[in-house]
């Protein structure tokens, strides 16, 4: 069977399936993936160089708002 955001097993009732993947260098792009939503990935052009951030409405599970911090240039 198929589980949110492509995990290996389905959460439990009451809790938020996610998954955050990790980028690899200039190859492979991090992706922040909520509850079966992508939020943040190279392919819908929303990251950045640095640390990605989904903030999440943590009772609701409602997307409040996406940025990143490059933490290269300071």
């Given at each position: 069977?198929?589980h949110k955001?492509?995990?290996?097993?389905s959460?439990?009732?009451?809790?938020?399936?996610?998954?955050?993947?990790?980028?690899?260098?200039?190859?492979?792009?991090?992706?922040?993936?909520?509850?079966?939503?992508?939020?943040?990935?190279?392919?819908?052009?929303?990251?950045?160089?640095?640390?990605?951030?989904?903030?999440?409405?943590?009772?609701?599970?409602?997307?409040?708002?996406?940025?990143?911090?490059?933490?290269?240039?300071?």
């Amino acid at each position: 069977p198929r589980h949110k955001c492509g995990n290996q097993k389905s959460c439990p009732q009451n809790y938020f399936a996610f998954r955050i993947v990790s980028g690899a260098a200039n190859v492979v792009g991090p992706s922040i993936c909520f509850e079966d939503l992508v939020l943040m990935s190279s392919i819908k052009n929303n990251i950045g160089r640095g640390l990605n951030i989904a903030l999440v409405n943590g009772t609701t599970g409602q997307l409040l708002k996406i940025d990143s911090f490059d933490m290269y240039s300071g």
